[in-house]
């Protein structure tokens, strides 16, 4: 299996853009999401499939996205169009590859000996295409432990909710109850294995308030990002999940204190009337980490 490499992006917001116009392509190119996903799945009608793949190629290898992140969302491996997005979209080096649908660890696991050959074929560093896992089934949140040990490939996980809902036959609702044991099943697991945990998206595009309590409920469960179907919903998502300046010297001041008094054989300390101990510091070093990767 490819070695991991560090995380060079934050991962806070990543955008969404059909597969099938090189100038809605061109367009996303100077916005703030972190990451554009040029989409070959839902954004895409079955009879522009194959247009659809070769224009992302064509994007890939012609359009400078700058410091962004370029991943693809393949079509899924139940189709008929996922061998020929593979091969071709891995042959244009994305950055790295949104999977759907993944339900069992061999999927991920196939996905990443093709991806071997194809860096090996051209001399690519191994592992230099990533791989991010779409949870969305049933059968994918029972097998989601099993599916991030198949391949040190795998950065980040990012959960499905509309066709997780639709996959156990629930109804969807604002204050997402239905979906609440896939979400944090997601996540703990993501956690357990150093993996980015992406939140799902928010369809109600236009409900920047809705958006945000949902982005921080999100946040609160421990997603470091989420999913975005449209630009005006990146400023939303790239605050909610940035630390703020006061967090952040907050988490200096402590982290600071911590190495002080740790010198002087103190692990636990008070700091403004709470009580300090190891979790919190490695809770506080893992901001101002986010807070590095966002260049804040």
């Known amino acids: ?100 649908k993944i339900e069992s660890p061999m999927e991920l696991a196939q996905i990443d000996a093709t991806l071997q050959d194809v860096e090996a074929a051209n001399g690519w560093p191994a592992g230099g295409i990533r791989l991010l896992a779409l949870i969305e089934t049933a059968l994918g949140v029972l097998n989601v432990r099993e599916i991030v040990q198949s391949t040190s490939r795998l950065d980040a996980l990012l959960f499905g909710a509309e066709d997780f809902v639709a996959d156990i036959g629930a109804v969807r609702t604002q204050p997402g109850w239905e979906i609440l044991y896939g979400r944090s099943a997601v996540v703990t697991v993501a956690a357990a294995y150093g993996l980015q945990a992406i939140d799902t998206v928010f369809i109600d595009f236009r409900n920047l308030d809705g958006l945000n309590k949902d982005a921080v409920f999100a946040r609160n469960m421990g997603y470091s990002g989420k999913m975005a179907i449209h630009s005006g919903q990146i400023a939303t998502i790239n605050d909610v999940f940035s630390p703020s300046p006061a967090e952040i010297a907050a988490a200096k001041r402590l982290v600071q204190l911590a190495a002080e008094l740790q010198d002087s054989g103190i692990g636990v300390f008070m700091v403004d009337g709470r009580m300090i101990d190891a979790p919190l510091v490695l809770a506080a070093e893992r901001l101002l980490e986010r807070a590095r990767l966002a260049g804040l």
């Open 1 to 100: 299996m490819s070695v991991k490499p560090p995380l060079k992006s934050p991962r806070r917001s990543l955008l969404f853009t059909p597969g099938d116009s090189i100038n809605k392509i061109d367009k996303v190119k100077n916005l703030a999401a972190d990451a554009i996903i040029l989409d070959l799945e839902d954004a895409v009608a079955v009879n522009e499939k194959e247009a659809a793949r070769q224009i992302v190629c064509e994007a890939l290898t012609t359009i400078d996205f700058g410091s962004k992140e370029r991943l693809v969302r393949l079509n899924s491996r139940a189709t008929v169009f996922f061998n020929a997005d593979l091969t071709a979209v891995s042959g244009a080096k994305p950055d790295g590859l949104v999977i759907p």
